[in-house]
């Protein structure tokens, strides 16, 4: 089997970077382990993982940076989100740039801004954004356009009130 029939068989489109089939078995194994579609993946200067772009099916997200791309399930542990849909999940820790969330649930760590549309905040920090739906049970919220849903023990820092939508 060649090095590229292996990477098709993996999911994996095309790399990036230098990265090379050896460097992801030896820094990132779990990429093998996971299920994933046309993914495009590559290395930083740190020569930390990069998502470029594709289909996150199933697995676990260890560390690394998220570009662009769809995330249908799975559980993220760390890293850094910059763009892309998540459709359901686990999301236990990391920093979270843009993006659209329908769906999952958010263990812990920074939103900075994106859509959420449904789902279970657990805690971490909100800074910016548009909550459209979904329960809140603990956190921060600095800033944001809060729509609709549920939220229980929060920190408002500030905000106001205008046509049946909050601003906080």
């Known amino acids: 089997m060649t090095e590229q029939e ?10 990036r970077n230098r990265l090379t089939v050896k460097e ?4 990132f194994p779990w990429i093998f382990r996971a299920k994933i579609k046309n993914a495009i993946l590559g290395k930083d200067k740190q ?3 990069i998502w470029y772009e594709g289909i996150w099916e199933d ?8 570009k662009n791309g769809t995330w249908k399930n799975g559980i993220w542990c760390n890293g850094k989100w910059r763009n892309g849909t998540w459709i359901d999940g686990y999301w236990k820790n990391g920093n979270w740039i843009k993006g659209i969330w329908k769906n999952g649930y958010w263990g812990k760590g920074e939103w900075k801004n994106g ?3 449904n789902g279970i905040w657990r ?9 459209k739906n979904g ?3 603990n956190g921060i919220w600095e800033n944001g356009y809060w729509h609709d849903g549920i939220m229980e023990n929060v920190i408002w820092i500030d905000g106001e009130r205008r046509n049946k939508h909050w601003r906080i």
């Open 6 to 15: 292996f990477l098709q068989k993996k999911g994996i489109l095309k790399l």
């Open 24 to 27: 992801i078995g030896q820094k």
């Open 47 to 49: 020569n930390e993982l």
């Open 59 to 66: 697995g676990y997200w260890k560390n690394g940076e998220w």
């Open 115 to 117: 859509t959420w549309y």
């Open 123 to 131: 805690n971490g920090i909100w800074n910016n954004g548009y909550w």
């Open 135 to 137: 329960i809140w049970k």
